[in-house]
Structure formats: C-alpha cells, structure tokens
C-alpha cells in the first residue's frame, strides 16, 4: 500500500476510534498517527489469530485499522492519565 494510502487509512481509522473512545478528537496528526499505529497493530493482532492484516483501503482494512487505534487510544489515555495526574 502506498504512503498515500496509509494516510488515508490512519486519518479516517484515528477519526473513528477518537470518537468510539471520546467525543473530541486528538487532533489531525495524532489522529493520522494513532490510526496508522492502529492498523500495524490491528494487522499484527488479526494475523496472530488466524485473519487477514491490512490489504487496502476496504472496509475489511478499515475494521482491523479501527480496532488497532481504539486499542491503541485507550493505552494512549491510560498513560497520558497518569503522567497527568
């Protein structure tokens, strides 16, 4: 997949899962880095068990993408919560 296509895919996938985890988002960029961390995350865990990783922009990519950055979100507020408070 092109450099492109892991932009389109981390922005519209960080979009998502900002707003499965919280009403606001992040921001544009950590929203482009959470979800292209996302999908590298949620392509590494759906191919541990036995499915397909990112293939494209699809809807198949973009469910495994959304998974890995709502993960990857919660741990981002677990430590950015503690490191606040």
Sequence with gaps: MSIIGWLVLGLMSGFIASKFVNDSGQGLVLNIVLGIVGAIVGGFIFSSLGGAAVTGV???????????????LFLYH????????
């Excluded at 677990?78 to 408070?85: D, E, F, H, L």
């Design 58 to 72: 699809n809807i198949y990519s973009m469910f495994v993408s959304v998974v890995g950055a709502i993960l990857g």
């Design 78 to 85: 677990v430590i950015a919560g503690r490191r606040m408070a």
